[in-house]
């Protein structure tokens, strides 16, 4: 990708509640002397972002540039003008394309924080084969969803593998079980309820994708039963109908590191079967309540995008995942851990994955619509490190 665009990096959606703590964490990690800039479809509040940043001392303050998903030609100019474009504009299904149309057709790296199967499966059937030509990475879901569990399948690859002393050769499993304290984003709550309400256009999405899928990648990969048991560490495991099972499946096909018959997990860690009992009921309620429009309506209008809460409370917020894992006779269990899920780690995540492409050598890994451990591999876990998300092997036995 030439170096003659004017931005490095060019954040669109900055006005928002999580785009504006991206904007922060940009300003305030980003390499002295980068040019980037924030867009937006409002002059004003644009200003006012940078006005925030200013009064906060940031020093590396941005452009701004005016665009809007209903503007074609504007996304145009966006995506040619930056190396790499991040998003924040959701519901993803309903404004992400146009976008990610421009960054394919400019060669321009994308990264956004959707956590909606369907758009995920249009984009791979849409665009991967276009991305991979033009050589930019679509990186889809680089927020909480779903970082911590791609990023941790594949540091807990590599505890097996030192375990192991060898590369994997057998059937790996992973369970990965979540813990988190802390609220959704409103952009979150709006993706998830507007997901439920699409099981059709999900499952057709998903067909049409998976053409491409095993033309591009004919490793397998497997998921582990969907059923609530009993959690090795206490309490129960629940089922979780999130996108991170999807992203980390897809990255095991790509890299040949997660061995030849790779299985995955991904449940809610609960402490008591009667709270079991109501994560399965309300999870149940929500995707039956999605489908009916009134009711569907109605919970959207319970959170609404760019709400977020205080810093307080975002400072007392927390998330833990825990991946137990068995391969050729051995057991490891690695954990990663962090902030507030929804809002700060979720910007931090964004922005360290725009900085890793326009700021690290030899990025991305792979061109097309990938994953964030596709595109970026063992550097995604080095600047979440670096970036105090914590990333421990907790124990290693002969497996049961």
């Known amino acids: 990708?030439?170096?003659?665009?004017?931005?490095?990096?060019?954040?669109?959606?900055?006005?928002?509640?999580?785009?504006?703590?991206?904007?922060?964490?940009?300003?305030?990690?980003?390499?002295?002397?980068?040019?980037?800039?924030?867009?937006?479809?409002?002059?004003?509040?644009?200003?006012?972002?940078?006005?925030?940043?200013?009064?906060?001392?940031?020093?590396?303050?941005p452009q701004t540039l005016v665009a809007?998903?209903?503007?074609?030609?504007?996304?145009?100019?966006?995506?040619?003008?930056g190396r790499v474009v991040l998003t924040t504009v959701?519901?993803?299904?309903?404004?992400?394309?146009?976008?990610?149309?421009?960054?394919?057709?400019?060669?321009?790296?994308?990264?956004?924080?959707t956590g909606e199967p369907e758009f995920m499966y249009n984009m791979i059937d849409r665009y991967h084969a276009e991305a991979e030509k033009n050589g930019c990475a679509i990186i889809n879901c680089c927020g909480f969803d779903s970082i911590p569990h791609d990023a941790g399948a594949l540091f807990t690859v590599r505890a097996m593998e030192a375990a192991l002393g060898a590369p994997i050769q057998g059937r790996l499993e992973i369970e990965a079980a979540v813990s988190a304290s802390g609220t959704f984003s409103g952009g979150t709550w709006q993706s998830a309820i507007t997901a439920f309400g699409?099981?059709?256009?999900?499952?057709d999405a998903a067909q049409r994708a998976r053409r491409v899928?095993?033309?591009?990648?004919?490793?397998?990969?497997?998921?582990?039963?969907?059923?609530?048991?009993?959690?090795?560490?206490?309490?129960?495991?629940?089922?979780?109908?999130?996108?991170?099972?999807?992203?980390?499946?897809?990255?095991?096909?790509?890299?040949?590191?997660?061995?030849?018959?790779?299985?995955?997990?991904?449940?809610?860690?609960?402490?008591?079967?009667?709270?079991?009992?109501?994560?399965?009921?309300?999870?149940?309620?929500?995707?039956?309540?999605?489908?009916?429009?009134?009711?569907?309506r109605r919970l959207l209008a319970m959170h609404a995008s760019g709400e977020g809460p205080s810093e307080a409370k975002r400072d007392r917020s927390w998330f833990r995942v825990r991946f137990r894992a068995q391969c050729q006779g051995q057991e490891v269990v690695c954990q990663v851990s962090g902030g507030d899920p929804g809002y700060s780690e979720t910007a931090k995540m964004l922005a360290e994955t725009g900085m890793a492409l326009a700021c690290d050598t030899g990025m991305p890994r792979r061109c097309g619509v990938v994953t964030p451990v596709m595109a970026l591999e063992d550097r995604l876990l080095e600047r979440l490190q670096a970036a105090e998300m914590v990333f421990e092997r907790l124990g290693q036995a002969a497996a049961q």
């Open 1 to 61: 990708m030439t170096d003659t665009r004017p931005f490095a990096i060019i954040l669109f959606g900055a006005s928002g509640f999580t785009g504006g703590l991206c904007a922060r964490y940009l300003a305030d990690h980003l390499p002295a002397g980068t040019a980037w800039a924030i867009a937006g479809r409002n002059t004003q509040k644009l200003d006012a972002v940078c006005q925030q940043l200013r009064d906060a001392g940031c020093t590396r303050l």
């Open 68 to 81: 809007d998903v209903n503007d074609l030609d504007s996304l145009d100019k966006l995506a040619a003008a």
């Open 90 to 113: 959701g519901p993803y299904v309903h404004y992400g394309e146009p976008l990610v149309s421009a960054c394919v057709r400019h060669g321009t790296h994308y990264c956004d924080l």
């Open 198 to 203: 699409r099981p059709k256009e999900n499952r």
């Open 213 to 296: 899928l095993n033309h591009a990648y004919p490793r397998r990969a497997h998921g582990l039963p969907q059923r609530p048991h009993r959690n090795p560490d206490g309490g129960w495991l629940c089922p979780m109908p999130t996108i991170d099972p999807l992203v980390v499946l897809r990255s095991a096909r790509a890299l040949p590191d997660y061995g030849p018959d790779f299985h995955y997990g991904h449940f809610a860690a609960v402490r008591s079967l009667p709270k079991l009992i109501g994560g399965v009921s309300g999870i149940g309620a929500l995707v039956l309540g999605a489908q009916v429009p009134p009711l569907r």
